[in-house]
């Protein structure tokens, strides 16, 4: 079965930094562009970034751009998305998946900006 497992977030001040990670099972992880995605209260989800099968390209939304830096190590199947300069705009659940076609959604890692 698939499984998406993200971990890494909590409760930061504006200003912090913190380094989010996705374990992936079930699915062929080395062949898969994978993406974050993050969902604030009362909002849809959107995409925050996205890495190429082989870590060689990354895309960033414009509101974190600069701010974040999506990586992969694919002998561990892992994902991971470090952020900085965090500000009360990013709290959100955080969620990585497989791009274009998400595969079943994991539960998150909640992600608190807060002074």
């Known amino acids: 079965d698939v499984q998406l497992v993200e971990s890494g977030g909590g409760m930061v001040q504006p200003g912090g930094s913190l380094r989010l990670s996705c374990a992936a099972s079930?699915?062929?992880?080395?062949?898969?562009?994978m993406s974050w995605y993050r969902q604030a209260p009362g909002k849809e989800r959107e995409l925050v970034a996205l890495?190429?099968?082989?870590?060689?390209?990354?895309n960033y939304a414009d509101s974190m751009k600069g701010r974040c830096t999506i990586s992969r190590d694919n002998a561990k199947n892992t994902l991971y998305l470090e952020m900085n300069s965090l500000n009360v705009e990013d709290t959100a659940v955080y969620y990585c998946?497989?791009?274009?076609?998400?595969?079943?959604w994991g539960q998150g890692t909640r992600v608190t900006v807060t002074s």
């Open positions: 890495i190429s099968s082989l870590g060689l390209s990354t």
């Open positions: 998946n497989a791009y274009p076609t998400p595969l079943p």
């Open positions: 079930g699915f062929t992880f080395s062949g898969s562009p």
